[in-house]
């Protein structure tokens, strides 16, 4: 049980099934809030690989320079850099756009939601 769940196949089976929750979470995103638009199916995967580079590289540099601002707003800060993560992926991402920040903290906040609740009935 050990090996396997740290072996590679189970990494990979594991990243692909959180790149495709992500882009199911994004469509969702999209009907829903009327400031987050995507194309089709295709703009949606390629949103969802864009969000995750920028959520791994990006967010962390930008959470350790806003953490004083994060910790004076006791952490609201990071609803508004989502939203922000969220613009940058758009502008990577053609037939991706997000009409302004509020449309961001929003979809940011619906995607978080979403996703994190299909990842629990996936799991169940």
Do not use: D, H, K, Q
């Not at 990243?15 to 703009?43: D, H, K, Q, S, Y």
């Not at 920028?54 to 707003?73: D, E, K, M």
């Amino acid at each position: 049980m050990y090996r396997e769940y740290y072996s590679a196949a189970y990494r990979r089976r594991s990243w692909v099934i959180r790149w495709l929750i992500n882009t199911i979470a994004l469509l969702v995103t999209a009907a829903i809030l009327p400031g987050v638009e995507v194309r089709n199916v295709f703009t949606a995967l390629l949103a969802a690989a864009a969000m995750g580079v920028v959520n791994a590289f990006v967010r962390p540099i930008f959470l350790i320079l806003t953490l004083p601002l994060n910790l004076l707003t006791l952490g609201l800060f990071t609803f508004v850099l989502n939203g922000l993560m969220l613009l940058l992926a758009a502008l990577f991402v053609p037939g991706f756009t997000v009409s302004g920040l509020m449309s961001a903290i929003g979809g940011a906040l619906i995607l978080s939601l979403v996703s994190s609740l299909i990842s629990r009935v996936a799991r169940a």
